[in-house]
């Protein structure tokens, strides 16, 4: 009998995390043989291995304590791999060589699989002067393209994805370049970017004062505060970026404030970071732990909660001296503070299994309690632990307990601290969990509401043809083992239909007993006024959130959840499979591209129909000297005249070509970093279409093709398609879009 509660499941495990030989051939036979991997390897840090092998066994039996996939898929592997999720590099230096000794490190770093965090505010803004060259610097943007083209590099040589995360102060003078960064879809493609927000920043914005923009004690320049708020809530508001982050809060409320100050977190934010710090996860299953689901006596066992946060605690205590390192500085970070990062995954599945609705109030005080329980729990066994192994080394007890977060503890918790000490500097946080949830059999991810409570994936065959399966939320499932047909009651509620200041109460209950950060989105909709969206942002600045981020499906964003009916075609529309017929005559333009590196020149001609009124890209050729080029312009020309002859939204074409990029490197074309050859192509075709009028403007194409898959209602909507299994449907789940057919995430 399988372990596994949906194919899904089993499919994740078997290709993320079962242990196989380089041809393919599995050692895990089953789930049990992972779970005794990591369980064996993790108690050889024990005094007596045997036994804490078991009990650490049964803490992940049936799904109940969920290590990262990190974990899962590296401990007991002999291998020379990392079980850290993230890491934020160190400081950058001011200076040339200090940027790319830290773009090396980085580079290292991302080649393991890890994701980075980098505060770019310690580089001098745009025009600073650099002494000794006679010339003005490039500002921090110009070195984060470069940062962006490293992971793009590092992504097409094969590696496992890492994510970045890029910070900068509210007052440094490039903030306001920075906030619009990403209004350009095609830069910085790579990053997630968030602000730097302090509290004398959002006391000038309620006083609606003076703010001053300064660098390494220089005003550059004055503006109001409430002017810059505005400005970073309009780019979230009409680009979903940047994020905002409550930095002082943040450093207010560490542990360690007597050892580190924190400037970035982690890629998805539930880790505020010192440089070389790295962020250690896992999370404990709530949905596994409702006894009575359904019933007036439904609840949550909380003598296995405790028992179950003491081992996990230990389990992850052992994962720092298991694991291996991308920098030596990394190591010795993480042994000198020994930060874990223990969250929680089926908060939304826990609370429907009790008959409480996510953001009601009743739900709000539950999730409080609980997350505090967990808390002391954590903070009890790692006292525990301090007098068993030691605490970790830069412990001070006095400055540990006068922490902002240890001010809220319990007297007994405190004085446990104070007579044993700490093993673990921070213990939890609660991660993005996407792809270890649907591991565990589609439970709600951390303390996200259920996204969907069913929908019909599509499975590929390996004949090519693909069958359908219908994927259920853990909740849903119980409920109809349980009461059959009878439809769900009012509190089955999606991430989709809840206010958006119901997200925000609910991180804010979550926050409270969380020493280090959340990831959550905080979804809104649509048609959500500006206003009201300012609101969400205050809201979690107010009821003590560390960070906010929200995500409004828009035109630019693209809509997570969309539906709609399929069109009949009407006569003479463009047909997404006959191709269209060619005039005798076309209209077209030749651009000159010359690429640096390139002996000889590339010309792009590029021929336009009129349909409907409406000049569009009909076909392409590629001329050139170099004879190197001879074979694959052909080719490239041919397929790409045979999409644009088919109709429909064909920019989708140049999104492709600008994401290629030559491991060898590309080359600064009019101030801008373009990847490759066939990038510099795709952006010669854009901008025609641009000229043309079929693309509003540069930055618009499509990554995917909006016609090639349709909703129909009824079934699951169709979202942004999956990079890896390449169906659509791609949710964005605690900042990051997974993908429920396949479980991958964009950050890892």
């Not at 990029?661 to 590309?666: A, K, S």
């Not at 995917?704 to 009824?714: N, Q, R």
Request: hydrophobic residues 45%; negative net charge.
């Amino acid at each position: 009998m399988t372990r596994f509660a949906a194919a899904i499941a089993e499919q994740i495990w078997d290709s993320k995390y079962r242990l196989k030989l380089a041809d393919g051939t599995p050692i895990d036979l089953s789930v049990e043989d992972s779970w005794r991997r990591v369980a064996r390897d993790l108690a050889r840090m024990e005094a007596d291995p045997a036994a804490w092998e078991d009990r650490f066994y049964a803490a992940l039996e049936d799904f109940r304590f969920l290590p990262a996939g990190r974990i899962l898929a590296g401990a007991g592997t002999g291998r020379e791999v990392t079980l850290f999720n993230c890491f934020v590099m160190g400081t950058i230096p001011d200076s040339m060589a200090g940027i790319f000794q830290s773009l090396k490190e980085a580079a290292l770093t991302m080649q393991q699989g890890g994701g980075i965090g980098y505060d770019f505010s310690t580089i001098r803004p745009r025009g600073a002067p650099v002494h000794g060259v006679a010339a003005d610097a490039s500002g921090p943007l110009s070195f984060m393209d470069v940062w962006d083209a490293m992971c793009r590099t590092i992504m097409s040589a094969g590696a496992r994805r890492g994510a970045m995360m890029a910070t900068m102060r509210c007052d440094h003078p490039d903030i306001e370049a920075f906030i619009a960064a990403k209004q350009d879809s095609a830069r910085l493609r790579m990053f997630n970017l968030s602000v730097l927000v302090t509290d004398a920043f959002m006391r000038a914005v309620r006083d609606d004062a003076s703010w001053d923009l300064q660098f390494d004690g220089r005003i550059w320049r004055s503006l109001p505060a409430r002017d810059l708020w505005n400005r970073i809530m309009r780019a979230t508001y009409d680009y979903a970026e940047p994020g905002v982050i409550f930095i002082d809060r943040i450093n207010q409320m560490n542990n360690l404030a007597y050892v580190e100050t924190i400037a970035a977190t982690n890629p998805c934010g539930e880790q505020p970071l010192p440089p070389y710090g790295a962020c250690l996860l896992g999370s404990i299953n709530l949905a596994r732990l409702v006894e009575a689901p359904f019933t007036p006596d439904a609840h949550l066992d909380m003598a296995a909660l405790d028992d179950l946060v003491r081992v996990a605690v230990r389990m992850m205590d052992n994962v720092v001296d298991a694991s291996r390192f991308p920098l030596p500085q990394q190591a010795l970070e993480a042994q000198a503070k020994r930060r874990i990062g223990l969250g929680v995954t089926g908060l939304a599945d826990a609370l429907m299994m009790m008959g409480l609705r996510y953001g009601a109030p009743d739900a709000i005080a539950q999730t409080r309690d609980w997350m505090k329980a967990i808390a002391r729990a954590a903070y009890l066994a790692s006292a525990g632990l301090a007098r068993d192994k030691g605490p970790f080394p830069l412990f001070d007890a006095d400055a540990f307990l006068a922490s902002g977060f240890m001010g809220r503890m319990d007297d007994d918790v405190r004085q446990a601290v104070a007579r044993d000490g700490m093993r673990n500097a921070l213990l939890t946080s609660i991660a993005p969990t996407g792809t270890i949830s649907l591991y565990a059999g589609n439970v709600s991810s951390g303390i996200e509401p259920v996204f969907a409570h069913a929908y019909t994936r599509k499975v590929l065959q390996k004949d090519g043809t693909r069958r359908e399966e219908e994927v259920v939320d853990h909740a849903v499932r119980v409920w109809r083992d349980l009461k059959g047909d009878a439809p769900l009651p009012d509190w089955f509620v999606d991430a989709q239909t809840l206010p958006p200041l119901d997200h925000v109460a609910m991180q804010a209950a979550a926050q409270e007993w969380v020493d280090s950060s959340i990831s959550k989105t905080i979804n809104c909709p649509e048609d959500i006024g500006f206003d009201d969206f300012k609101d969400v942002y205050l809201a979690a600045w107010d009821l003590g959130c560390k960070g906010c981020t929200t995500y409004r499906p828009n035109a630019v964003t693209g809509s997570v959840l969309s539906v709609a009916e399929r069109p009949a075609l009407t006569p003479g529309a463009p047909s997404l499979t006959e191709p269209l017929d060619r005039p005798a005559t076309l209209e077209g333009a030749t651009y000159k591209l010359k690429f640096p590196g390139s002996e000889h020149a590339i010309y792009i001609t590029i021929n336009d129909i009129v349909q409907d009124g409406q000049r569009r890209p009909f076909e392409v050729f590629i001329n050139s000297k170099n004879m190197e080029h001879f074979a694959w312009t052909v080719a490239l020309t041919r397929m790409i005249s045979a999409v644009f002859r088919r109709g429909g939204d064909v920019s989708f074409v140049v999104e492709e070509l600008k994401a290629v990029f030559d491991p060898r490197g590309g080359a600064w074309i009019e101030g801008r970093y373009v990847p490759s050859i066939l990038a510099a192509i795709g952006g010669v075709i854009e901008r025609h279409m641009v000229a043309t009028g079929f693309l509003a403007g540069e930055g618009m194409g499509l990554k995917s093709d909006p016609h090639a898959e349709i909703a129909v209602i009824g079934e699951r909507p169709a979202g942004p398609v999956c990079p890896s299994c390449g169906q659509y449907g791609l949710m964005m789940i605690e900042g990051c879009k997974t993908c429920p057919s396949c479980g991958y995430s964009e950050c890892g």
